[in-house]
Antibody
Framework: EVQLVESGGGLVQPGGSLRLSCAAS????????MSWVRQAPGKGLEWVAN????????YYVDSVKGRFTISRDNTKNLLSLQMNSLRAEDTAVYYC?????????????WGQGTLLTVSS | DIQMTQSPSTLSASVGDRVTITCRAS??????LAWYQQKPGKAPNLLIY???SLESGVPTRFSGSGSGTAFTLTISSLQPDDSATYYC?????????FGGGTKVEIK
Protein backbone atom coordinates (compact mmCIF):
# COMPACT_ATOMS: atom_id res chain seq x y z
CA GLU A 1 0.00 0.00 0.00
CA VAL A 2 1.29 3.42 -0.96
CA GLN A 3 1.54 5.49 2.19
CA LEU A 4 2.90 8.77 3.53
CA VAL A 5 3.05 9.30 7.28
CA GLU A 6 4.00 12.69 8.71
CA SER A 7 5.35 13.33 12.17
CA GLY A 8 7.00 16.08 14.17
CA GLY A 9 4.25 18.65 14.56
CA GLY A 10 3.59 20.38 17.83
CA LEU A 11 3.51 23.68 19.71
CA VAL A 12 6.43 26.04 19.13
CA GLN A 13 7.05 29.59 20.26
CA PRO A 14 7.46 32.35 17.67
CA GLY A 15 11.05 32.43 16.48
CA GLY A 16 11.51 28.76 17.26
CA SER A 17 12.39 25.81 15.05
CA LEU A 18 10.89 22.44 14.26
CA ARG A 19 11.56 19.60 11.87
CA LEU A 20 8.76 17.70 10.18
CA SER A 21 9.28 14.25 8.74
CA CYS A 22 7.35 12.16 6.25
CA ALA A 23 7.96 8.43 5.99
CA ALA A 24 7.12 7.00 2.58
CA SER A 25 6.33 3.39 1.83
CA UNK A 26 4.80 1.22 -0.86
CA UNK A 27 6.44 2.95 -3.84
CA UNK A 28 9.85 3.75 -5.32
CA UNK A 29 10.53 6.91 -3.35
CA UNK A 30 13.46 8.09 -5.46
CA UNK A 31 11.30 8.14 -8.60
CA UNK A 32 9.03 10.99 -7.47
CA UNK A 33 9.17 14.66 -6.76
CA MET A 34 7.89 15.24 -3.23
CA SER A 35 6.10 18.20 -1.74
CA TRP A 36 4.86 19.87 1.41
CA VAL A 37 1.45 21.53 1.35
CA ARG A 38 -0.10 23.30 4.32
CA GLN A 39 -3.52 24.41 5.44
CA ALA A 40 -4.07 27.03 8.12
CA PRO A 41 -7.06 26.40 10.40
CA GLY A 42 -10.28 27.04 8.48
CA LYS A 43 -8.37 28.21 5.41
CA GLY A 44 -7.45 26.88 1.98
CA LEU A 45 -4.52 24.88 0.74
CA GLU A 46 -1.08 26.43 0.24
CA TRP A 47 1.82 24.76 -1.52
CA VAL A 48 5.02 25.16 0.53
CA ALA A 49 7.92 23.38 -1.13
CA ASN A 50 8.98 20.82 -3.75
CA UNK A 51 12.05 18.66 -4.08
CA UNK A 52 13.20 16.74 -7.11
CA UNK A 53 13.71 12.97 -7.11
CA UNK A 54 17.45 13.22 -6.43
CA UNK A 55 17.24 16.34 -4.27
CA UNK A 56 19.07 18.47 -6.84
CA UNK A 57 16.23 20.99 -7.26
CA UNK A 58 14.18 22.64 -4.55
CA TYR A 59 11.44 25.25 -4.80
CA TYR A 60 9.64 27.24 -2.12
CA VAL A 61 6.75 29.63 -1.72
CA ASP A 62 8.09 33.12 -1.10
CA SER A 63 6.72 33.31 2.45
CA VAL A 64 9.03 30.52 3.65
CA LYS A 65 12.15 31.16 1.57
CA GLY A 66 15.20 31.48 3.76
CA ARG A 67 13.38 30.00 6.75
CA PHE A 68 12.30 26.52 5.62
CA THR A 69 14.46 23.82 4.04
CA ILE A 70 13.06 20.76 2.29
CA SER A 71 15.27 17.68 2.09
CA ARG A 72 15.05 13.99 1.44
CA ASP A 73 16.93 10.81 2.28
CA ASN A 74 16.33 8.31 -0.49
CA THR A 75 18.12 5.57 1.45
CA LYS A 76 15.53 5.86 4.23
CA ASN A 77 12.50 6.89 2.12
CA LEU A 78 12.20 9.99 4.24
CA LEU A 79 11.12 13.53 3.37
CA SER A 80 11.84 16.36 5.81
CA LEU A 81 11.00 20.01 6.33
CA GLN A 82 13.25 22.02 8.60
CA MET A 83 11.41 25.11 9.76
CA ASN A 84 13.25 27.99 11.42
CA SER A 85 12.24 31.48 12.57
CA LEU A 86 8.66 30.31 12.90
CA ARG A 87 5.84 32.81 12.85
CA ALA A 88 2.22 32.69 13.97
CA GLU A 89 1.17 32.62 10.33
CA ASP A 90 3.00 29.31 9.88
CA THR A 91 0.37 27.66 12.07
CA ALA A 92 -1.22 24.99 9.90
CA VAL A 93 -1.67 21.33 9.19
CA TYR A 94 1.31 20.29 7.09
CA TYR A 95 0.78 17.58 4.51
CA CYS A 96 3.41 15.56 2.73
CA UNK A 97 2.26 14.89 -0.83
CA UNK A 98 3.28 13.05 -3.97
CA UNK A 99 2.14 13.38 -7.55
CA UNK A 100 -0.32 10.67 -8.56
CA UNK A 101 2.07 9.45 -11.26
CA UNK A 102 5.74 9.98 -12.03
CA UNK A 103 4.84 12.89 -14.24
CA UNK A 104 3.18 16.19 -13.34
CA UNK A 105 -0.32 15.02 -12.53
CA UNK A 106 -1.63 16.62 -9.37
CA UNK A 107 -1.15 15.30 -5.86
CA UNK A 108 -2.63 11.84 -5.80
CA UNK A 109 -1.04 10.67 -2.57
CA TRP A 110 -1.27 12.61 0.70
CA GLY A 111 -0.28 11.94 4.26
CA GLN A 112 -2.69 12.39 7.11
CA GLY A 113 -1.13 15.72 8.05
CA THR A 114 0.66 16.98 11.14
CA LEU A 115 -0.37 20.12 13.02
CA LEU A 116 2.10 22.89 13.74
CA THR A 117 1.00 25.58 16.16
CA VAL A 118 3.19 28.64 16.58
CA SER A 119 2.16 30.51 19.68
CA SER A 120 3.57 31.95 22.88
CA ASP B 1 2.74 34.41 -9.36
CA ILE B 2 -0.31 32.86 -10.99
CA GLN B 3 -3.49 33.63 -9.09
CA MET B 4 -6.28 31.04 -9.17
CA THR B 5 -9.79 32.37 -8.63
CA GLN B 6 -12.64 29.98 -7.95
CA SER B 7 -16.33 30.73 -8.14
CA PRO B 8 -18.67 30.48 -6.45
CA SER B 9 -17.14 30.29 -2.98
CA THR B 10 -20.16 28.34 -1.78
CA LEU B 11 -23.06 26.67 -3.49
CA SER B 12 -26.10 24.78 -2.36
CA ALA B 13 -27.75 22.27 -4.66
CA SER B 14 -30.09 19.32 -4.54
CA VAL B 15 -29.29 15.67 -5.04
CA GLY B 16 -29.35 14.96 -8.77
CA ASP B 17 -28.50 18.52 -9.80
CA ARG B 18 -25.77 19.32 -12.29
CA VAL B 19 -23.14 21.44 -10.55
CA THR B 20 -20.39 23.52 -12.15
CA ILE B 21 -17.44 25.13 -10.41
CA THR B 22 -15.26 27.62 -12.25
CA CYS B 23 -11.55 28.28 -11.83
CA ARG B 24 -9.77 31.14 -13.58
CA ALA B 25 -6.01 31.60 -13.81
CA SER B 26 -4.42 35.05 -13.92
CA UNK B 27 -2.33 33.88 -16.90
CA UNK B 28 -2.28 30.89 -19.18
CA UNK B 29 -1.48 27.59 -17.54
CA UNK B 30 -2.07 25.48 -20.67
CA UNK B 31 -3.85 22.40 -19.29
CA UNK B 32 -1.78 21.99 -16.13
CA LEU B 33 -4.71 22.03 -13.74
CA ALA B 34 -5.90 19.65 -11.06
CA TRP B 35 -9.08 19.46 -8.99
CA TYR B 36 -9.35 18.14 -5.45
CA GLN B 37 -12.16 17.29 -3.07
CA GLN B 38 -11.61 17.78 0.65
CA LYS B 39 -13.87 16.73 3.50
CA PRO B 40 -13.52 18.15 7.02
CA GLY B 41 -10.53 16.80 8.92
CA LYS B 42 -9.24 14.85 5.92
CA ALA B 43 -6.48 15.29 3.38
CA PRO B 44 -7.54 16.39 -0.10
CA ASN B 45 -8.43 13.76 -2.66
CA LEU B 46 -7.37 14.15 -6.30
CA LEU B 47 -10.32 14.08 -8.70
CA ILE B 48 -9.01 15.41 -12.00
CA TYR B 49 -5.52 16.07 -13.35
CA UNK B 50 -4.30 17.71 -16.54
CA UNK B 51 -7.63 19.54 -16.78
CA UNK B 52 -9.78 16.60 -17.82
CA SER B 53 -8.13 13.30 -16.86
CA LEU B 54 -10.20 11.45 -14.29
CA GLU B 55 -8.12 9.99 -11.48
CA SER B 56 -8.47 6.26 -10.97
CA GLY B 57 -11.35 5.33 -8.68
CA VAL B 58 -13.13 8.68 -8.99
CA PRO B 59 -16.80 8.42 -10.01
CA THR B 60 -17.52 9.29 -13.63
CA ARG B 61 -20.03 11.96 -12.60
CA PHE B 62 -16.99 14.18 -12.09
CA SER B 63 -15.49 15.80 -15.19
CA GLY B 64 -13.18 18.66 -15.99
CA SER B 65 -12.72 20.92 -18.98
CA GLY B 66 -11.04 24.11 -20.12
CA SER B 67 -7.69 25.40 -21.26
CA GLY B 68 -5.51 28.48 -20.96
CA THR B 69 -7.11 30.52 -18.20
CA ALA B 70 -10.64 29.18 -17.79
CA PHE B 71 -11.52 25.81 -16.32
CA THR B 72 -14.55 24.03 -14.95
CA LEU B 73 -15.29 21.09 -12.71
CA THR B 74 -18.70 19.55 -13.34
CA ILE B 75 -20.60 17.10 -11.19
CA SER B 76 -23.23 15.68 -13.52
CA SER B 77 -25.60 14.42 -10.85
CA LEU B 78 -24.88 15.61 -7.32
CA GLN B 79 -24.82 12.90 -4.65
CA PRO B 80 -24.96 13.26 -0.86
CA ASP B 81 -21.35 12.09 -0.59
CA ASP B 82 -20.25 15.05 -2.75
CA SER B 83 -20.75 17.50 0.11
CA ALA B 84 -17.22 18.86 0.48
CA THR B 85 -14.88 21.70 -0.42
CA TYR B 86 -13.35 21.64 -3.88
CA TYR B 87 -10.03 23.21 -4.87
CA CYS B 88 -8.33 23.80 -8.18
CA UNK B 89 -4.54 23.91 -8.45
CA UNK B 90 -2.21 25.02 -11.21
CA UNK B 91 1.08 23.22 -11.68
CA UNK B 92 2.25 25.11 -14.75
CA UNK B 93 4.84 27.18 -12.90
CA UNK B 94 6.22 27.97 -9.47
CA UNK B 95 4.92 28.86 -7.02
CA UNK B 96 2.26 26.21 -7.42
CA UNK B 97 -1.03 27.79 -6.40
CA PHE B 98 -4.48 26.70 -5.33
CA GLY B 99 -7.81 28.37 -5.74
CA GLY B 100 -9.59 29.59 -2.63
CA GLY B 101 -12.04 26.70 -2.59
CA THR B 102 -15.72 26.11 -3.28
CA LYS B 103 -17.86 24.65 -0.53
CA VAL B 104 -20.64 22.46 -1.91
CA GLU B 105 -23.63 21.87 0.31
CA ILE B 106 -26.57 19.56 -0.25
CA LYS B 107 -30.01 21.16 0.11
Amino acid sequence: EVQLVESGGGLVQPGGSLRLSCAASGFTFNSYWMSWVRQAPGKGLEWVANIKEDGSEKYYVDSVKGRFTISRDNTKNLLSLQMNSLRAEDTAVYYCARMAYNFWSGYGIWGQGTLLTVSS
Amino acid sequence: DIQMTQSPSTLSASVGDRVTITCRASQSISNWLAWYQQKPGKAPNLLIYKTSSLESGVPTRFSGSGSGTAFTLTISSLQPDDSATYYCQQYNSYPLTFGGGTKVEIK
